[in-house]
T-cell receptor, first 114, second 111 residues
């Protein structure tokens, strides 16, 4: 256990559905991240939050909408997704938003878009 | 090639043998980290090596860093079946906080 939990672990949704992914960290960290991992592709950084403020949005389509209500929780709201959005979505946290800090990952949510 | 590229893409060895994986990157970095990922799960941090360090050990893991060649290697000694996983290097280009991950090396240790 890394201290970062994600729910649900698996999600199947249609293109017209709206769903949310949840991430919670119990480490007292100030920075949280969403990554997308597709088969045979490098991890893609999607969003970065530092002290509940979004500090990075890596050209992610608007059908992905993050929310960080406090430093322990991070959500990824999904709507009108495409089949190519099927992937493993990983949440991570780190003490600060600094390169010297190790990032701790959750187990991921396996998303399938039909 | 891209920042943080692992080599080989796949590696299959017998239990008890050593496994070596390499990582190459393109820009100057603050540090380099190695992570392990079991199939379909999250990444687990293994070791961090700073740009002013050349070698670091952690249990059966040995990591080297050659900043002149912009490369790093991860050596797992006396491998076990439980070491079967994908291994990723992650680099943060100097001046940034964003880690860039490679596509990983898939290691299979046969019992």
């Amino acid at each position: 256990e890394t201290g970062v939990t994600q729910t649900p672990r698996h999600l199947v949704m249609g293109m017209t559905n709206k769903k949310s992914l949840k991430c919670e960290q119990h480490l007292g960290h100030n920075a949280m991240y969403w990554y997308k991992q597709s088969a045979k592709k490098p991890l893609e950084l999607m969003f970065v939050y530092s002290l509940e403020e979004r500090v990075e949005n890596n050209s992610v389509p608007s059908r992905f909408s993050p929310e960080c209500p406090n430093s322990s929780h991070l959500f990824l709201h999904l709507h009108t997704l495409q089949p190519e959005d099927s992937a493993l979505y990983l949440c991570a946290s780190s003490p600060q938003r600094e390169s010297r800090d190790t990032q701790y990952f959750g187990p991921g949510t396996r998303l399938t878009v039909l | 090639s891209q920042q943080g590229e692992e080599d080989p893409q796949a590696l299959s060895i017998q239990e008890g043998e050593n496994a070596t994986m390499n990582c190459s990157y393109k820009t100057s970095i603050n540090n380099l980290q190695w992570y392990r990922q079991n199939s379909g799960r999250g990444l687990v941090h293994l070791i961090l090596i700073r740009s002013n360090e050349r070698e670091k050990h952690s249990g059966r893991l040995r990591v080297t860093l050659d900043t002149s060649k912009k490369s790093s290697s991860l050596l797992i000694t006396a491998s076990r079946a439980a070491d079967t996983a994908s291994y990723f290097c992650a680099t943060a280009p100097r001046g940034t906080y964003k880690y860039i991950f490679g596509t990983g090396t898939r290691l299979k240790v046969l019992a």
